[in-house]
């Protein structure tokens, strides 16, 4: 039997935080890709720790529903998973390349494939591409349209902004867009100035977060100039500055997301193609980028 868990985040003052890991747990659940399907989280029921006691298979995937590796991926997860032999050098990554680690359980006597985190993986740049196809309506979206991707950006985790510029970079490749930026909330360049960088009179926003809450449906807004209140709303798009801002909200909360899910536990050994084939079918997903 294998199984999987999905780690995640969660918020004891937001309740929509753990809502999309339910419905990407869900939709994998129902492809029938594993024995069992969990979730567990770090601010809410069920937690880390107890969260490889709720299966029974005796081996275990888990994926990390985190945009960046850092304190969480690398320390708290292990930790309250008790993955003893853990080390982040196991993962061999240089900010944005983690990819999984065997390890045993001891305490609950199973094989543990421990993964990178669902932000750092390739198929999340189609994942915000998608996103930037659900908001505008429009499945051929690029050609006249700046993208701008989003993060929190923060001193005490250089991994945050390395993911951020890592797939603004691999989109900026993809010569879809006009123009891709990467804009953080914390740091330069922000996105409280996002009419700034772009010479296209549509952008497209997506914040490179799992769920939304207090920074992608108050912060973000505000401070872009969608809306003086974020009470009251915002039209999609919004005139500012003479440019045209479509914002996207949370890219975790695009069904696509179930796939990056499935792939980071197939990279790890898991035998899922066939159910990939249906949650693609299902999220109206596609093969990561190269593929």
């Not at 421990?114 to 930037?132: E, F, L, N």
């Amino acid at each position: 039997m294998q199984a999987l868990v999905i780690v995640a985040h969660g918020s004891h003052l937001n309740p929509e935080s753990s809502a999309p890991t339910y419905a990407h747990a869900e939709t994998i659940r129902e492809s029938g890709a594993f024995d069992e399907v969990r979730e567990a989280f770090w601010k809410e029921e069920p937690s880390f720790r107890d969260a490889l006691r709720t299966v029974e298979s005796d081996e275990v995937f888990v994926v990390p529903l985190f945009i960046s590796e850092g304190y969480f991926t690398e320390e708290v997860i292990p930790r309250e998973l008790r993955l003893d032999d853990w080390e982040p050098e196991l993962w061999d990554s240089d900010g944005t390349s983690a990819s999984q680690a065997t390890l045993y359980a001891d305490d609950v006597d199973k094989t543990i494939h421990y993964c990178g985190p669902v932000g750092t993986h390739d198929a999340m740049s189609d994942v915000i591409v998608k996103r930037a196809e659900t908001v505008t309506g429009d499945p051929d979206v690029g050609a006249g349209f700046g993208l701008a991707v989003v993060g929190h950006g923060t001193e005490r985790n250089e991994n945050s902004a390395k993911a951020i510029e890592y797939h603004a970079d691999r989109i900026r490749d993809m010569g879809r867009f006009d123009e891709v930026k990467a804009l953080y909330m914390d740091e330069e360049p922000e996105v409280d100035d996002v009419t700034d960088y772009f010479e296209s009179e549509d952008v497209v926003v997506v914040p490179l977060f799992v769920a939304d809450g207090y920074h992608t449906q108050e912060d973000i807004p505000e401070d872009m100039g969608l809306t003086d209140d974020y009470r009251e709303g915002w039209e999609t798009p919004a005139l500012v500055d003479g440019h045209r801002i479509w914002y996207a909200g949370a890219v975790g909360t695009e069904e696509f997301m179930a796939d990056v899910i499935l792939e980071r536990a197939a990279e790890a050994g898991a035998d899922v193609r066939a159910a990939l084939e249906k949650v693609r079918e299902a999220t109206g997903g596609v093969p990561a980028s190269g593929d």
